[in-house]
């Protein structure tokens, strides 16, 4: 009994003493041929600790105070890099990791600082990015990259302002693409809408992120179907030299994740594989039901990543991320008239999404390049459907039972000569898409089998001149594919090219330019779409075109911040327009929907342009945040070929995030994010009360009424604890604290009794205000590090 009661003792003793020092470890390594730079000097700002690399370029400080800092690498004849807001706890810090690029011949007795901003030479302008810090403190993100992404310049909230639509300067919400360590995932959000990529609940998890950075514009010619974004996911790997993890409780979800080393031979040096691995499960379906509500949200999500370095110029990472969501309903002990709708109104969703990949890096032993190989696949089982009787799936309305499945290759050779850098390389894949789509009130009934090839090609080069002052890239691409007939490789020609000029040697003032040609395939919905023939009626659909032009002026105060202004214009031509309603797919995707799955023509025409100012600081001086403000216009031409406000219209967007560190590890942040009036398409009363459940939207009225003026606020405190064998963060935030009202089109349902009995004749009836949902809304989490 007495050596259980030691036992004990020193058990809790382990955890619970507070610990004030933590341990940091990393690697530093050329940024042009990723080989280890030893000797590399590593510091923590504003301290007397530092230390130099090893030959395989890592290090490790030690004995550093419990908050956080700035980490500074540096090398003889290469630029410094700094990153920021790294916060150091006693357990579970992230290892680091520099990137470092070699300065000119005539630069080598300069102190060049790299920026922390990540634009390019290929993409120097409209580009943001966001460190795994400033996603975990974000206020009202819940850890949720994409609620995260949707504060950034430029980016439009959507209607209700609750889901994870990405639309960009006017664009529609399906106009981006994603990738995850240079692997294209089509899904990343649970319940994602079929034919776009919107749902409300994020799927990537935060734990696995370095960074996150958003193209508005600039994209590399790598990328292929891009027309107003490319989001990037840069994943962290898993700590190669012991094993730890965490676990998180947050306001609608737990989850855990795990990471080490494998097959470690040497417990004096880093593993050659290291392994991250989480698993997260929703709880608001016990909340809902708790609370009275009839909808059930119940989701998972599965993600890993897994890299092994064969040798010093060979690697390979096994990635993958995955999702099983079940959306359905019951019916509450008691009548209400807003529950009965949702009720009647809501989808039924069974969705399963995956995506695997696996890629190989060689870097070129003479270090002048380097060559990228990736083989992946993607599956999307999506049953999507309204009911008579939603609680018991009984008398469809309509139903949408599909099946994606994709598989790629994509190569990318990269060569760098004396003074060029080239990369070149192609993509192909096999998709295979099944459909079986039924829709009572427009007598719509098909089955589509669907399998072919889509194939891509691109080039692309840039260069510095006047001493690194002037840069200058070029790239093209061409994609087509073995199904639709619309477009083919000579019509898909995309050329782009962009400059940048600092008008200082410092480049503290730099002028930026860009102008690209961008295309986007048909959606599996809209190319498997058949009419009551049994005939491909979209497969002449072309790829739809957009043209960019932007060009800014970019102010560098100092090196951890910076004031952009940038004008811009997208011109967008092929767009497809529904034949039923007339109006361009751009004012479709951003709700629970099907997107594409009806007859389109590609005859739309859109333009979108406008002016954006930002500014951006890392943290210094214990304060970081970015404030931006966007001014445009987004039209586009329907049936008739007449330009109108899109529903995204809204002229107006102001946004700013950021967060201030406190004594004693502490830290206050807040989020504001402001849009003018949208445009919104009313519910055609008397075509929705015959077709009710399915409310019928009247297009014809697109742009004759609007809705109030968004204006969301949240506001979150954060505070850490450390001690011996784990550390822990708990944070309280309050969304939506000034209280303002949530801007929402009207809702309708059946008009009933006080009893919920119908009253006949049967109509509907408004069910709510304009402007609602504006109680404050607090909530709380918890970050357990072992």
């Not at 995932?185 to 994602?192: A, Q, Y």
């Not at 309305?397 to 990369?423: C, G, M, P, V, Y």
């Not at 399915?694 to 969301?712: A, T």
């Not at 009253?759 to 072992?786: A, H, K, R």
Request: net charge negative; hydrophobic share 35%; aromatic share 14%.
């Amino acid at each position: 009994m007495k050596k259980k009661y030691c036992a004990l003792l020193l058990f809790v003793s382990t955890i619970a003493f507070a610990q004030n020092t933590g341990v940091l470890k990393g690697r530093i390594v050329d940024a042009q041929n990723q080989l280890p730079l030893e000797g590399a000097t590593v510091v923590v700002v504003g301290t007397a600790i530092g230390v130099v690399t090893n030959q395989q370029g890592y290090f490790t400080l030690e004995n550093i105070p419990t908050k956080t800092y700035s980490i500074e690498a540096s090398y003889l004849g290469y630029e410094t890099q700094t990153l920021f807001n790294v916060i150091v706890k006693s357990v579970g810090n992230i290892p680091l990791y520099f990137e470092l690029g070699e300065l000119s011949e005539n630069l080598e007795e300069v102190v060049l600082v790299q920026s922390p901003f990540k634009t390019n030479s290929e993409t120097p302008l409209s580009t943001q990015t966001f460190s795994a810090v400033e996603i975990e403190t974000y206020p009202g993100g819940n850890n949720d990259i994409t609620k995260v992404v949707q504060s950034m310049p430029g980016i439009s909230p959507s209607i209700g302002g609750f889901r994870n639509d990405i639309i960009i300067r006017g664009g529609a919400p399906n106009e981006t693409v994603y990738y995850l360590d240079g692997i294209e995932i089509p899904n990343i959000n649970h319940f994602s809408t079929q034919g776009s990529a919107g749902g409300p609940v994020g799927m990537v998890n935060v734990s696995f992120i370095r960074e996150v950075t958003l193209a508005s514009s600039s994209f590399g010619a790598e990328y292929d179907n891009p027309l107003s974004g490319v989001l990037a996911f840069e994943q962290r790997e898993g700590d190669a030299t012991q094993f730890g993890g965490n676990f998180r409780v947050g306001a609608s979800e737990t989850g855990l994740t795990l990471e080490g080393p494998l097959f470690r031979k040497n417990k004096e040096e880093p593993a050659k594989t290291s392994f991250l691995f989480s698993v997260r499960r929703s709880y608001l379906q016990f909340l809902f039901e708790l609370i009275g509500l009839p909808i059930r949200p119940d989701y998972w999500d599965y993600q890993w990543k897994i890299k092994h370095e064969i040798d010093a110029y060979n690697s390979l990472t096994f990635i993958g991320i995955g999702a099983i969501d079940d959306f359905s309903v019951k019916a509450p002990d008691t009548f209400n008239a807003e529950q009965q709708a949702s009720l009647e109104q809501v989808p039924i969703i069974d969705q399963r999404s995956t995506t695997v990949g696996l890629s190989w890096k060689r870097n070129y032993k003479n270090g002048k390049g380097f060559m990228n190989t990736v083989i992946s696949t993607n599956r999307l089982e999506n049953v999507f459907a309204r009911y008579e009787d939603n609680t018991t799936k009984t008398g469809t309305i309509f139903q949408n039972d599909s099946f994606e499945w994709e598989s790629k290759l994509r190569f990318q050779a990269t060569q760098f000569t004396e003074h060029w850098k080239w990369s070149a390389g192609f993509n192909v894949q096999n998709s295979s898409y099944q459909n079986n789509t039924r829709f009572l009130y427009y007598d719509i009934a098909y089955r589509s089998d669907l399998n072919f090839a889509k194939y891509g090609l691109f080039l692309k080069a840039s260069r510095s001149f006047l001493d690194d002052r002037l840069d200058f890239s070029w790239g093209i691409r061409s994609d087509a594919d073995s199904f639709s007939t619309g477009s083919n490789l000579g019509n898909t020609l995309s050329p782009r090219a962009a400059v940048s000029y600092a008008l200082t040697k410092d480049q503290q003032w730099k002028v930026n330019a860009s102008a690209g040609r961008y295309f986007k395939i048909p959606t599996y919905t809209m190319l498997g779409f058949q009419d009551q023939r049994g005939v491909f009626v979209n497969q002449d659909a072309a790829y739809t075109r957009s043209d960019h032009l932007v060009a800014g002026l970019e102010y560098n105060l100092t090196p951890a911040s910076r004031f952009t202004v940038e004008a811009f214009r997208k011109n967008y031509a092929n767009y497809p327009v529904s034949l039923i309603d007339g109006v361009s797919l751009a004012n479709k995707g951003g709700g629970f929907e099907v997107l594409g799955n009806e007859a389109i023509v590609s005859e739309g025409e859109g333009l979108s342009s406008g002016i954006e100012l930002l500014f951006q600081q890392k943290l210094a001086a214990n304060f970081y945040g970015v404030f931006a403000y966007t001014y445009f216009s987004s039209e586009f031409t329907g049936i008739d070929g007449e330009l109108r406000p899109s529903v995204w219209d809204s002229r107006h967007l102001l946004s700013f995030s950021g967060g201030y560190k406190l004594r004693r590890n502490w830290e206050i942040s807040a989020r504001w994010r402001f849009a003018g009036k949208n445009p919104y398409v009313p519910v055609d009363l008397e075509a929705s009360t015959n077709a009710y459940p399915e409310l019928i939207l009247d297009y014809d009225r697109l742009g004759e009424v609007q809705l109030n003026s968004f204006n969301l606020a949240d506001l979150r405190i954060d505070k850490k604890w450390n001690f011996k064998s784990l550390s822990f963060n708990f944070y309280f935030e309050v969304q939506n604290f000034l209280a303002q009202p949530n801007p929402t089109p009207p809702e309708y349902g059946l008009n009933r009794t006080a009893e919920g009995d119908l009253i006949n004749p049967i109509s509907l009836v408004e069910l709510s205000l304009n402007d609602s949902n504006s109680t404050p809304l607090p909530s709380f989490g918890l970050v357990l590090y072992f």
